[in-house]
Nanobody, 126 residues
Framework: QVHLGESGGGLVQAGASLRLSCAAA????????MGWFRQAPGKGRAFVAA????????YYADSVKGRFTISRDNAKNTVYLQMNSLEPDDTGVYYC???????????????????WGQGTQVTVSS
């Protein structure tokens, strides 16, 4: 059984940083692309960032480019999202997701992901 567990969320002020982690169990991450998505209050779940199975390619939503960095440590079966210069619009529940693929295309497509975590809340105050 696959389990993805997010951690690292919290309440911070605008301009602060947070680092989210996603630890995987029951799945070898080296065979999966990983993504981070977020759901703001009253909105649907949206793509934030993704990283290919080997870490060679990364993708970001325009709204987070230059501020967020996705990375992975396959030896630890963990994916990270470093979030800098946080803004109130970054508020939401952040979900980690895994897609069983070694391809590089379409990693921003929510419905292509096979496994999801329960989410971690990030709240940015102004």
């Amino acid at each position: 059984q696959v389990h993805l567990g997010e951690s690292g969320g919290g309440l911070v002020q605008a301009g602060a940083s947070l680092r989210l982690s996603c630890a995987a169990a029951g799945l070898t991450l080296s065979s999966a692309a990983m993504g981070w998505f977020r759901q703001a209050p009253g909105k649907g779940r949206a793509f934030v960032a993704a990283i290919s199975w080997n870490g060679g390619n990364t993708y970001y939503a325009d709204s987070v480019k230059g501020r967020f960095t996705i990375s992975r440590d396959n030896a630890k079966n963990t994916v990270y999202l470093q979030m800098n210069s946080l803004e109130p619009d970054d508020t939401g529940v952040y979900y980690c997701a895994a897609k069983r693929t070694t391809m590089y295309a379409d990693l921003d497509r929510l419905y292509d992901y096979h496994y999801w975590g329960q989410g971690t809340q990030v709240t940015v105050s102004s």
